[in-house]
């Protein structure tokens, strides 16, 4: 996998899990929380994270075939659902939520963190397309890295959580979801015209 792929895959993962709008999220799920605390809770909360999306990296396209659903029907509703997370993110409905999947309990790591915050649906089928479009072993192995890569972006975050919500505001963060919802329409859109290269491709 050439470095332009790899920066594709990083760009892809790292705008559907969204470190940036997660940060003040953890600030909220681990209020009164000491920091050595809320260290073992993002940590907790990656592992988990990284242990589902490898699964699904790995598995996924076999489970995929099992139930009959071809690679270029799973990347265009793939590239759909991503372009729906797009909207969400422009026009602030997925911060809305993710407030309102926040828990009160006093370990989230599990629940809402890892999943559906970290490893949700969208960063699942983004993990299925970017493997299924991997060659050979040492490609997949390279997809799998990059998640754990956007994985410890996430954690970084975390850690400087209270740090990153002073310095933006809500203003800022706000700015940055956005911007990274424009780059999340662009990228599903060439998830879906993949989708129907393949598609056409397999008829000629």
Same mark, same amino acid.
């Given at each position: &996998?050439?470095?332009?792929?790899?920066?594709?895959?990083?760009?892809?993962?790292?705008?559907?899990?969204?470190?940036?709008?997660?940060? /003040?999220?953890?600030?909220?799920?681990?209020?009164?929380?000491? +920091?050595?605390?809320?260290?073992?809770?993002?940590?907790?909360?990656?592992?988990?994270?990284?242990?589902?999306?490898?699964?699904?990296?790995?598995?996924? +396209?076999?489970?995929?075939?099992?139930?009959?659903?071809?690679?270029?029907?799973?990347?265009?509703?793939?590239?759909?659902?991503?372009?729906?997370?797009?909207?969400?993110?422009?026009? +602030?409905?997925? #911060?809305?939520?993710?407030?309102?999947?926040?828990?009160?309990?006093?370990?989230?790591?599990?629940?809402?963190?890892?999943?559906?915050? &970290?490893?949700? /649906?969208?960063? &699942? @089928?983004?993990?299925?397309?970017?493997?299924?479009?991997?060659?050979?072993?040492?490609?997949?192995?390279?997809?799998?890295?990059?998640?754990?890569?956007?994985?410890?972006?996430?954690?970084?975050?975390?850690? #400087? @959580?209270?740090?990153?919500?002073?310095?933006?505001?809500?203003?800022?963060?706000?700015?940055?979801?956005?911007?990274?919802?424009?780059?999340?329409? @662009?990228?599903?859109?060439?998830?879906?015209?993949?989708?129907?290269?393949?598609?056409?491709?397999?008829?000629?």
């Amino acid at each position: &996998m050439d470095i332009p792929a790899l920066i594709t895959a990083f760009v892809a993962l790292f705008v559907v899990i969204d470190p940036v709008g997660l940060a /003040p999220l953890f600030v909220a799920l681990t209020k009164g929380q000491t +920091e050595a605390e809320r260290r073992a809770i993002g940590l907790r909360a990656a592992l988990i994270a990284i242990g589902l999306l490898t699964l699904f990296g790995a598995f996924g +396209e076999a489970v995929l075939g099992f139930v009959g659903i071809s690679m270029p029907a799973f990347r265009i509703a793939g590239g759909i659902l991503l372009f729906l997370t797009a909207l969400d993110m422009l026009f +602030e409905r997925r #911060t809305q939520r993710r407030k309102g999947q926040a828990s009160s309990a006093n370990d989230p790591s599990v629940f809402p963190l890892a999943t559906p915050l &970290m490893a949700g /649906p969208g960063a &699942m @089928a983004t993990m299925i397309l970017l493997t299924g479009e991997a060659q050979g072993w040492n490609e997949l192995i390279a997809v799998h890295l990059v998640m754990i890569a956007v994985i410890s972006v996430v954690v970084a975050f975390f850690f #400087t @959580a209270g740090l990153q919500e002073r310095a933006l505001g809500e203003t800022g963060i706000n700015v940055v979801t956005r911007l990274l919802g424009m780059l999340l329409a @662009a990228l599903s859109v060439q998830f879906v015209l993949d989708g129907l290269k393949d598609f056409v491709a397999s008829f000629t």
